[in-house]
């Protein structure tokens, strides 16, 4: 699916986690899909700014949020707030028998190397997972793209998220573990 947004610079997204529920009307969703298991669902939403990442139980839920700069979101429930420069890593006990750990990198590369990234990124996501291209500033430009895959294992659930920022020639790419410990 292709949609004509623009994607914010790189520098200017963050990451949040909320223990929590987000309304839709918060951000907007360009893509979506839903994953249901027997005791957990998992929905992945493909936004401008990157990936809305909502994990529920009947007793918790979690939502995995990338935003941009000035971008309106709610204090309550919010657990964390991380610029994504460099490499970051977080981890949250969200209850007695669940814990969240994520790591992030952001990485801004040469341009023959970022076309190659680019390319092995949309390879993969045509083969699996949950990939989005977004339409390109003009033609002959390269189409940012949000590439999610989702493992579940015995446990636990592993996300990664991928986001390509053509115009910045930087890729962000996320890691999620929720895991019963």
């Not at 053509?166 to 929720?178: E, F, G, M, Y």
Request: proline share 6%; glycine share 4%.
């Amino acid at each position: 699916m292709n949609a004509s947004i623009h994607r914010p610079p790189m520098e200017a997204v963050s990451l949040h986690l909320f223990c929590r529920p987000l309304h839709p009307e918060l951000f907007e969703t360009l893509a979506t899909r839903t994953v249901r298991k027997d005791d957990y669902k998992l929905t992945i939403r493909i936004t401008p700014e990157g990936h809305v990442i909502t994990w529920e139980t009947p007793e918790l839920v979690l939502t995995e949020m990338t935003a941009a700069r000035g971008q309106d979101l709610p204090d309550r429930g919010r657990v964390w707030r991380h610029k994504l420069q460099g490499e970051h890593s977080d981890a949250f006990r969200a209850s007695t028998i669940i814990s969240y750990q994520m790591s992030s990198q952001t990485e801004v590369v040469s341009a023959k190397l970022f076309h190659r990234l680019h390319d092995e990124l949309l390879t993969d996501g045509q083969k699996r997972g949950f990939l989005h291209l977004f339409y390109p500033g003009h033609r002959f430009a390269l189409s940012p793209l949000g590439y999610v895959t989702a493992d579940a294992r015995p446990g636990c659930l592993v996300v990664n998220a991928f986001h390509t920022f053509p115009q910045d020639l930087a890729i962000i790419r996320t890691q999620t573990l929720i895991e019963r410990v």
